[in-house]
């Protein structure tokens, strides 16, 4: 047996039996973790309600190198993030972010750039009021980082150079089409010069807050289809809580 201690994050829950769940986390030092812990308070310290997302903790866990699953030792609370707990809109971009992590990460694969991803995302998130960019900049860092950034130079397809104009956007080939090849590929999308220029920047300046203005609500939407469209074809499948972000 070997104690594993780390910075995680909740991905989610589920029961186990009648007292006990299994809880996924997300550590900074080992990855995605299944982990086996109480679901009842203990009557002399209550760590029962660490267990849900969105929360900081600092988790001890043991068990076998490569196990399947591993049992909880000792869980502390970190960082609270409190204004995600309190404000619907927050909570759910929160959860949205949370998810893509799950899809995202293989268990006991570490990928401690989307751990600090997420930690430094949550953090801007707790300071302000309209978070959409900011769950467009997590996305475009999460697509960089899993090697999936979208080819924005070069026709994806004939890798021609492209003109500084509105361009076509397949989310299947991940990337930006010439005009000549357009036309010769389904299921794309036109995108405006405006928000070329900010995926561009985004991804030059690497960072995921501040970097420039917010464009016009109809850019983000547009950078929005964008970006959720690539993801989706990335990762194979639709997130769930995708839908609960625009109640
Ligand atoms: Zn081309």
Redesign the pocket.
Known sequence: MALYHSAAFVLHTYKLGDADQIVVLFTQEFGKLRVVARRSHSPRRSTAGYYQPLLLLNAIVYGRPGQALYRMHSVDLVQAFRPLHEDFLLLRSGLYMTELIDVATQERAPVPELFTLLQETLQHLTQTATPRMLLRLFELRLLTVLGYTPQLV???????NLEAQAQTFSPRLGGL??????PTVPHTSVVSLVALQFLRHALESGTTMGIQPEPSVMVQQELECLLHGHLTSCLGRELKSYAFLHL
Do not use: P
């Open positions: 070069h026709c994806v397809q004939c890798t021609r089409l010439c005009l000549r090849c357009g």
